[in-house]
Structure formats: C-alpha cells, structure tokens
C-alpha cells in the first residue's frame, strides 16, 4: 500500500511538472491599425511584433483598417480586437453618438499613446491657404470609417463652412489623397496623424512641388465648445516636412490604445506591461513611440473610462488613474 501511495505522488508530481512545461494557451489579437499610408499601421505592426515575441502564448497581428470608426466598430464586435484610435472617435463609441447610434461600444482605455495632429493640406498654386480658401475646392475629408472624417467635418462647420454645400467632398486615405492632389484631381485633403507622416513627406519630396499647410488653430475653441475639451491649439514644426515656409498652427487631439471591457485583466495587463518595456523597439519603428510615456497616463487624460488591468500596471509604476 505505502509502496502504491509512493507511485501516486511520483506520478502526480510528474504530471504537475508536465503541466507547467507546457506552453500557454495560444492567445490571437488582432490590432487594428489604419491605412498604410499613416503612422497607426507601422505603430500597430511594432506593437504586433513585441506582443508576439514577449507576451507567452500570444500570437498578435496588425491589421489594415480604414481608421479609428472602423477600429472601434471591430472592437465591438466581440473578437479578440484592441486598437488605435482618436479619443474624440472614442468617446463617440463610449457614449453612442454620430457613427455610433446604432449602439454605444463598450470600449476601455489602455493607455495614451501619442498626440494625432491635423494636417490640412494643399500645394502651391492651388490657391488655398486658409480654411476660407476651400470654399469651392475639390477637397478630401479623409477615408470612410476614419477619425480624420470626423475630426474633418468638425473643423470645417467651425470655420462656417458646409462640408456637402461649398465644396466637392472626396473620401481619400491619405496615402491616395496625396496621388490625387499629384494627379490634379483634388486641391486639398485633411489628414490627422502622427510627424512625420510618410505620404505627406513623400508629397512634400515630391519634385516641382512646394507644399502649402494650412493654419487652423483658431477654430479649436469652437470645436471645444460644442464637442467638450478634446482638442488643443498646437504647431507641427517648420522642419517636419520640405517646404514648408513657417511653423503650421493647427488641432490636435491624442490617440489611446483601447480594447473592449471584456477583455479579462491579465492580458490587458501583459499588452501594457509589454508595450512599455519594449518602447524602444517601437522607437525603431517610429519615433512617435518616444512620447509613449508614464506621465502621459493620467486621470482626464483620455475621455474613455481605464480598463482594470491598466490601471493595475500603472499602479505599480506609482500611477494613479482613479
């Protein structure tokens, strides 16, 4: 019998020693990112790759999007999502305005990844150089499914403009709002994202055209008044793109990093965690990573509540978000 008991506990050590041997459970998330063109689809595929490598178990993809509405939209649909987004987009989803009325998104905050700059931008010789200047002009607004839409159609009724009435609206990502304007067919394209942008560097590289970005810091208290304080006067540098004749006054407003609210702590946890010990690595594949930083992550820092498993992370770096 002592001999029997004896075999038992060898077997059921050897068991639990096979148990932890055994890799984790295979995890897939897709990131879903934007169009190629921008900074969320790099940004997102570093993000793939540190969470594939460092997170056990989880294989991560990035995944081409036509922006936040549709990131947002993908998170609510129930599959293994987190992704890129405006925080004004976000709150549209939290709260089930605009493009969100057939339902409000329960979405969470991972962290706050960097600001997302409005670009509004023409060529010499178009004859736009204010915002009063688009009246008339064949203008893209962004891509369908897009923040940049929606932050677009809000600066353009502050300006008191009418998107559908003074001007022939066309809905371009911004890498094919940049062939467009090449091409002749469009005479501005409003674009949000991180500096430097590829497409608009490869515009403002491009031979014989001299880029024209257009001032429209004014319009922000306006945009604040009617949709909350989402967005700030702000500059993209004189030096960001060739060309460009003097420091660009323009919106800004920060992209976070969300995921639904079911996703289980643990693994909102290790994305976070992973994320901020690699950020170096992101660094590498675009310096906007550099601003992914501690003092970032803080209470009214993003409209859309905190998911648990941040707010557990960033406790432990001395953080407090509640």
Known sequence: M??????????????????????????????????????????????????????????????????????????????????????DAALDAHRGDDKFKAGKIGVRTLMVLYP?????????????????????????????????????????????LDKDKDMKRERLGVAESVNAIKDGKIDAFFWVGGLPTAAVTDLANTPGTKIVMVDHAEVVPAMNKKYGNLYVEDTIPQATYKGMGADNKQ?????????????????????????????????AVHKEAANFKLENQKAGATPIPWHPGAVRYFAEKGVKLN
């Open 251 to 283: 919106a800004t407003v920060m992209n976070i990093l969300v995921a639904h609210e079911s996703m289980d702590d643990k693994t909102a946890y290790a994305i976070v965690k992973t994320i901020f010990d690699k950020r170096d690595d992101l660094i």
């Open 116 to 160: 997302n700059r409005m670009h509004v931008v023409s060529v010499d010789g178009k004859g736009v150089t204010k915002l009063a200047d688009l009246k008339g002009k064949r203008v893209s607004t962004g891509s369908p499914g897009s923040a940049t839409e929606v932050m677009a159609f809000r600066i353009i009724e502050a300006a008191g």
């Open 2 to 87: 002592k001999r029997i008991t004896f075999l038992g506990s060898l077997f059921g050590a050897f068991v639990g020693l096979a148990t932890l041997a055994l890799p984790a459970a295979a995890q897939n998330i897709s990131i879903a990112t934007g169009g190629t063109g921008g900074v969320y689809y790099p940004m997102g595929g570093g993000m793939a790759a540190v969470l594939s490598k460092h997170v056990p178990g989880m294989q991560a993809t990035a995944e081409v999007t036509g922006g936040s509405v549709d990131n947002l939209k993908l998170i609510g649909s129930g599959k293994p999502y987190i992704g890129l987004s405006m925080a």
